[in-house]
Structure formats: structure tokens, C-alpha cells
């Protein structure tokens, strides 16, 4: 900052170049045309490879919906493509492992916004509003010594 500001009102006028000039993001595709990211959430952690197809989703060999039996489950994972419209223009290769359903939908969703944003960059603004590329940092806290879980105590008798 070269030029002086004499007062709060001037600090608008005031022009600051950017720090590094951006330079343009490449897409990380392999040879197969695929995009990888990895996802987390919970315990749970999914692998997953996305490239141009028809909307195919498969989970661990599975179809989403003989992995995911709850319809929210298979919501979730399909939010990352709805936001970037491509629902039915990308197929999603996915392995998953650790934690519940739940973990394992929530990683899965994060694995999908990540890998979209690796095959086509621009999607990140897509992706950033709705923080899907955010990993969410809940878990479970570990059992204390002398509680009967986290935070609860044993049972006080009095005789």
C-alpha cells in the first residue's frame, strides 16, 4: 500500500491490486477420462471417480438404491450433481467405508462436489454456497474414565 489514507472515508477510494495474479485452473482427469476425489464424514470414508455417462450412481458394487434403502439417503448424494446440473450427464464410481448409512452418505456427497470440482473447476462456484466442499468435523467424542459415556455419569446412590 504505496499511497497514504488520511481518513476512514478515502479507504474506499484507495485502490489494491490482488496479491497473485489467479492462474487458471486445470481439470485433473486420468487416462480414462476420470475425476477422483476422496470424501469424509464421521468415521466413514468414500473414494470416488466420476466421468461422462448417463447418471449411473454405483456404491460398492451396488446400485445407490440397493445401498441406500432410505430416500434421504440417496437425496444427499445426489445434491452435489443437482447444483451443478449434470444429474444425468455424469456416472459415479464409489467405494465406501466406516461409520453408518448416514456417515457414509454424508462422505459420499463431499467425495462427489470434490471429484466435480477436479473434473470441471468452474463448478466450484456451484459447490461453495451450498458447502459441499466443506468436510463437516462432527463426531462422536470419545468415552471418558469414570463416565459411563461421554458426559454421563454413573448412577449416584446415596447408601
Avoid at 474506499?12 to 464424514?41: C, E, F, H, M, S
Wanted: proline content about 5%.
Amino acid at each position: 500500500m504505496a499511497e497514504a489514507v488520511e481518513s476512514l472515508g478515502n479507504l474506499k477510494d484507495l485502490n489494491v491490486q490482488a496479491a497473485a495474479p489467479q492462474a487458471p485452473v486445470t481439470p485433473k482427469i486420468d487416462k480414462l477420462g476420470r475425476a477422483y476425489a476422496t470424501g469424509r464424514r464421521k468415521t466413514a470414508t468414500a473414494r470416488v471417480w466420476i466421468k461422462r455417462g448417463t447418471g449411473k450412481i454405483t456404491i460398492n458394487g451396488k446400485d445407490q438404491e440397493a445401498y441406500f434403502a432410505r430416500p434421504v439417503l440417496r437425496m444427499m448424494i445426489k445434491q452435489p450433481l443437482e447444483a451443478a446440473k449434470r444429474e444425468t450427464e455424469i456416472d459415479v464410481e464409489c467405494t465406501v467405508a466406516g461409520s453408518g448409512l448416514s456417515g457414509q452418505a454424508g462422505a459420499v456427497r463431499h467425495g462427489i462436489a470434490r471429484a466435480l470440482v477436479n473434473f470441471e473447476p468452474e463448478l466450484r462456484i456451484a459447490m461453495r454456497p451450498n458447502k459441499f466442499l466443506t468436510r463437516d468435523p462432527r463426531a462422536v467424542e470419545r468415552k471418558k474414565y469414570g463416565r459411563a459415556k461421554a458426559r454421563r455419569s454413573f448412577q449416584f446412590s446415596k447408601r
